[in-house]
């Protein structure tokens, strides 16, 4: 969080403006990092799936077999457009059993996003696959105490 995020995050509300006055910038770093998570690149591969996925093997295997299906589906349909995204498809699956996918990327986290639109994939398989390249965010007592210039 920036320095002004902070400041504005305790003045948005009475327990932190409490903390703040009581110098207790460890709560409030605590309080600030609930649920705070940064994406940063993450290849992984097939097999990587197994480990990583919440649900473990099982689940990453229920997705692959969903985004085989897909792609054998759209690379059979008689709509252009579909037949595209299934090649599209096609060429990540590829990636995805050799070297990995950057599960941190923009772009791959968008096209799971669309794969869920698309009834692909449920959004709780879009969100494990997307909890791979994710990391916590916490706020530090020294960023508390910079923001506040306590």
Known sequence: MTPQQITEAIAADPALQALAAAHEHGQIAAALSIGRTRVEPRMCSARGLAERMSGGPLAAETVLLKLEGARDSMLASGDAGTRVMGSLLRRQ??????????????????????????????????????????????????????????
């Open 93 to 150: 699956l590829a990636f995805l059993g050799t070297d990995g996918l950057d599960f941190g990327s923009a772009a791959l986290r968008a096209m799971l996003e669309h794969f869920q639109t698309l009834n692909i994939l449920t959004s709780q398989e879009v969100a494990a696959l997307k909890a791979i390249a994710e990391t916590p965010d916490a706020v530090s007592v020294a960023e508390v105490i910079a923001a506040i210039g306590a």
